[in-house]
Every structure is written in C-alpha cells, then in structure tokens.
C-alpha cells in the first residue's frame, strides 16, 4: 500500500537488508531520466484508457450495495479497477459518509448511522469477500474521528465473516493518538494512512495534513501494535520529481512501513487541481523494483491504474509468506 519480518516491532531483524541497506540514498541515473510526459490538450495517454467494466461483473455487488444504502469508494471514485476488485472478491467500503467529503455524495450534515456496521458486516458475507478495506474521510466534526465506528464496523465483520481479513485506511485524526488506539484495540490486519504526495506540496495537496504526523501514525502502528501490517500510498502527477518519489519511500521505510502503493493522480474535475504530467509504465515499474529492491519493503504496487485499494486482497499471500 516488500518485506521479510523475522521479529515483529525490530527494524533490525527485517530481512536479509541491513539498517544501513534500508534507506539508500536515490541517486540512480535511471531515476535522472524521464519525468513524465506533459498532458496536452486533457487528453489521457494510451496505457491509462481503460475499458468500462462489464456490467455482469460489477451488477450484482452494485444491487446489493444499493439494497443495503451502502457507499463504496470503488463506485464513487469511479474507480477503473472497479470490475477486477469486484469479480476477486474485494472491495473498499467508505463509512461515516460527511459534507467534508470530496467524493461526490450530498452536502447535508451528517450523524453517524449507529446501523451503519451492521449493514456493512451484512454486505461482506452476503458478497462472500476474502477481503475487505474500511476507509473514512476526516470526521474532525467527532470526538474520536470516527475511531468507534470503524470499531463497531469491524467487529460486525467478524463476528458474520471471521475468515475476511481486515483493512482499515484511516484519516490521522489529527494527531490524536487515544483515537488511534481506539481503532487498533479493534486488531485490523492491515492498518493503512496514505501520505498522498512528496512533503514540498502538502500545502497545496494536503493543506490540513501534516508529512512528519503522517509518519508519527505509521510509526506508532508498528510500534505498538507490531502483528498488524502496516500501509501507505502516494499519487505522481501533482508537480514532484521522481527523486521526491523516492525520498518519500525512503521516509516510509525508515518509519516501518509494510506495503506502498503508487498510482496516477487523475483530477476529478475542474475544481480539483490538475494533472501536472503522466509518469510512464516505465517510472512506475523503477518505483516498484527501488522499492522492493533497494528498499525492502513487503510489496510495492505501482502502476498508472493502481489505487489505494488495488490488489488489496494480495495481503493474504503477503500474511502468509511473512507471518507476525
């Protein structure tokens, strides 16, 4: 959102990677090369067109969500793997829906639904998922942030589906720490806290959120709740370099980081910022192998159509290879 854990919690026991070897500085040539093409005239390059899914593929998880008043960002992001997640038996539900949201839901003010986590654990054995990620935007409006109900969310899906692992991709709760504890007493299999983009443009990006808290909250996963994996992810095409992509990798694995996923930024609409390049199939291969490579992490997923949630289910073999 890679690796080779022998003791969890011990940056030192990781693998075949010394500490040293953990963090290498990018300055490969090959990363001096490329920076993307330009977009010109809004058009998209070819290997980002995609087909439309089929609607046998996505029609039945797309009745059933509608039956149960259920919002999955795979639907409302018009997400282009949407039909492949779908037909494998994976899918990203969004919770605690809110005005603050940027996705395109209705604008009136919100409480959360308290049957909420009940409809979604009913979802996830109706659908029969292998896997499934519970995500939110920032609820600075609550107390917790929400922390509760992604608690009430996965203990619905347990106590219905137990074999389903558990991804939760939360907001940083500005900085509350209880709040997080909140949720990681709930053991999610994964916890994932995307840091979005390089730390030069978070002001423009991120204004609210902060690179370094970023960080603390991954840190802090791993630290103290050493079982559960951990996982981030960025976007190119908002006006880094790819020797910023790197740092930023570089960052994560320095902070412990299990799983990175790396993907093209697409502008929604006008009032979203725009494309400032299309990174090639080639950048987003070099991402994953310094990555893996160099790095060490777990699993590196970096392609144009890769998103948050891309290839999620993927944690299974990942649990398997690296038990904790």
Same mark, same amino acid.
């Given at each position: 959102?890679?690796?080779?854990?022998?003791?969890?919690?011990?940056?030192?026991?990781?693998?075949?990677?010394?500490?040293?070897?953990?963090?290498?500085?990018?300055?490969?040539?090959?990363?001096?090369?490329?920076?993307?093409?330009?977009?010109?005239?809004?058009?998209?390059?070819?290997?980002?067109?995609?087909?439309?899914?089929?609607?046998?593929?996505?029609?039945?998880?797309?009745?059933?969500?509608?039956?149960?008043?259920?919002?999955?960002?795979?639907?409302?992001?018009?997400?282009?793997?949407?039909?492949?997640?779908?037909?494998?038996?994976?899918?990203?539900?969004?919770?605690?829906?809110?005005?603050?949201?940027?996705? +395109?839901?209705?604008?009136? /003010?919100?409480?959360?639904? &308290?049957?909420?986590?009940?409809?979604?654990? *009913?979802? @996830?054995? =109706? #659908?029969?998922?292998?896997?499934?990620?519970?995500?939110?935007?920032?609820?600075?409006?609550?107390?917790?942030?929400?922390?509760?109900?992604?608690?009430?969310?996965?203990?619905?899906?347990?106590?219905?589906?137990?074999?389903?692992?558990?991804?939760?991709?939360?907001?940083?709760?500005?900085?509350?720490? +209880?709040?997080?504890?909140? /949720?990681?007493?709930?053991? &999610?299999?994964?916890?994932?806290?995307?840091? *979005?983009? @390089?730390? =030069? #443009?978070?002001?423009?990006?991120?204004?609210?959120?902060?690179?370094?808290?970023?960080?603390?909250?991954?840190?802090?996963?791993?630290?103290?709740?050493?079982?559960?994996?951990?996982?981030?992810?960025?976007?190119?095409?908002?006006?880094?370099?790819?020797?910023?992509?790197?740092?930023?990798?570089?960052?994560?694995?320095?902070?412990? /980081?299990?799983?990175?996923?790396?993907?093209?930024?697409?502008?929604?609409?006008?009032?979203?910022?725009?494309?400032?390049?299309?990174?090639?199939?080639?950048?987003?291969?070099?991402?994953?192998?310094?990555?893996?490579?160099?790095?060490?992490?777990?699993?590196?997923?970096?392609?144009?159509?890769?998103?948050?949630?891309?290839?999620?289910?993927?944690?299974?073999?990942?649990?398997?290879?690296?038990?904790?």
């Amino acid at each position: 959102m890679a690796f080779r854990y022998l003791q969890s919690g011990d940056p030192a026991a990781t693998g075949p990677a010394s500490s040293a070897q953990l963090h290498p500085r990018p300055t490969d040539a090959a990363f001096q090369a490329a920076a993307g093409s330009p977009p010109q005239g809004g058009g998209k390059p070819d290997w980002l067109r995609v087909k439309a899914p089929q609607r046998e593929r996505i029609g039945a998880v797309a009745d059933l969500l509608l039956d149960l008043k259920l919002n999955t960002v795979c639907q409302e992001a018009s997400c282009p793997n949407i039909g492949e997640c779908f037909a494998s038996g994976t899918a990203t539900f969004l919770i605690m829906a809110c005005p603050y949201c940027d996705i +395109d839901f209705d604008k009136s /003010v919100r409480d959360l639904d &308290p049957s909420e986590p009940e409809r979604l654990g *009913e979802a @996830v054995a =109706r #659908l029969g998922l292998s896997h499934v990620v519970i995500t939110s935007v920032n609820r600075d409006d609550l107390a917790d942030g929400g922390a509760k109900q992604f608690v009430a969310c996965v203990e619905q899906v347990r106590r219905r589906s137990p074999r389903t692992t558990i991804e939760l991709l939360i907001p940083d709760f500005c900085g509350d720490w +209880d709040a997080l504890a909140v /949720v990681m007493e709930a053991a &999610p299999d994964v916890l994932n806290h995307n840091i *979005e983009t @390089v730390p =030069r #443009l978070y002001r423009k990006v991120r204004p609210q959120g902060v690179y370094a808290r970023s960080l603390e909250l991954l840190e802090q996963v791993r630290q103290r709740w050493p079982r559960t994996y951990t996982k981030s992810g960025l976007m190119v095409g908002l006006g880094e370099t790819d020797a910023e992509v790197l740092e930023v990798l570089a960052d994560l694995r320095r902070h412990q /980081v299990d799983i990175v996923t790396i993907g093209q930024y697409l502008s929604p609409g006008p009032k979203h910022l725009p494309v400032d390049r299309f990174a090639t199939p080639e950048q987003f291969e070099r991402f994953r192998q310094h990555g893996e490579q160099e790095l060490r992490f777990m699993q590196v997923v970096s392609s144009p159509l890769t998103r948050s949630s891309y290839h999620a289910s993927e944690v299974q073999r990942l649990m398997a290879e690296y038990p904790r």
